[in-house]
């Protein structure tokens, strides 16, 4: 079936401009992530959505970075003006929630994001 | 907090040889492992988990971990390394059911022939 899907899979911006990412989860999947993976410094969680629950928002670096997830589906990561610093890869990840185990978690191939 | 070592930025290993991938955690209770691979190019793909019950855990491409609570170890191992075994991995770490993943900052094997 369907796996997690990214757009766009490359995005090179100027510093300053605002940015969105989207993550289209697995079908049925309540829960979804999103990571932030920097050279030499793995997988940094940001926020995280479960069902129609408050998201986790304990991961985003600062105010600038936002995300939501409409109809407990497609979700989407907005930066606002770009900083080089967010030059990363973005994963989203989704995962059923049955709220006795840790379920594994599906990624998506990643959003590249070049801040020049 | 949670924190997950990755002692080894980058290992060799000749193909054939055996492979060990050493994962050193910190949680205060017994936690979720996982073992993630990331090939050139693509996205992270589950290897194994540990949730409870047997500490060795099997995996897929013959890979296999073994939980060690008294170390707070979760190395990941295989007997005999194939060319395509090239890649990053990365150990994680979660907590109750619905948390996110702390990652490890990767080991990347390379294969040599």
């Known amino acids: 079936g369907a796996g997690v899907s990214q757009s766009p899979s490359n995005k090179v911006t100027e510093k300053g401009k605002d940015v969105e990412l989207r993550c289209d989860p697995i079908s049925g999947h309540t829960a979804l992530y999103w990571y932030r993976q920097s050279l030499g410094q793995g997988l940094e969680f940001l926020i995280y959505f479960q069902g129609n629950s408050a998201p986790d928002k304990s991961g985003l670096p600062s105010d600038r970075f936002s995300a939501e997830r409409t109809g407990g589906s497609v979700s989407t990561l907005t930066i606002q003006r770009t900083q080089q610093e967010d030059s990363a890869v973005y994963l989203c990840?989704?995962?059923?929630?049955?709220?006795?185990?840790?379920?594994?978690?599906?990624f998506g191939p990643g959003t590249r994001l070049t801040v020049l | 907090a949670q924190s997950v070592t990755q002692p080894d930025i980058h290992i060799t290993v000749s193909e054939g040889a055996s492979l060990e991938l050493r994962c050193n955690y910190s949680y205060g209770a017994t936690p979720y492992l996982f073992w993630y691979v990331q090939s050139p190019g693509q996205g992270l793909q589950l290897l194994l988990k540990y949730f409870s019950g047997d500490t060795l855990v099997q995996g897929i491409k013959g890979f296999e971990a073994e939980f060690k609570r008294s170390q707070s170890s979760f190395n990941l191992r295989k007997p005999s390394v194939h060319w395509s075994d090239a890649a990053e991995y990365f150990c994680?770490?979660?907590?109750?059911?619905?948390?996110?993943?702390?990652f490890g900052k990767g080991t990347t094997l390379s294969v040599s022939s």
């Open positions: 994680a770490v979660g907590a109750k059911a619905g948390t996110a993943l702390i």
């Open positions: 990840a989704s995962s059923y929630y049955t709220g006795r185990i840790h379920n594994e978690q599906f």
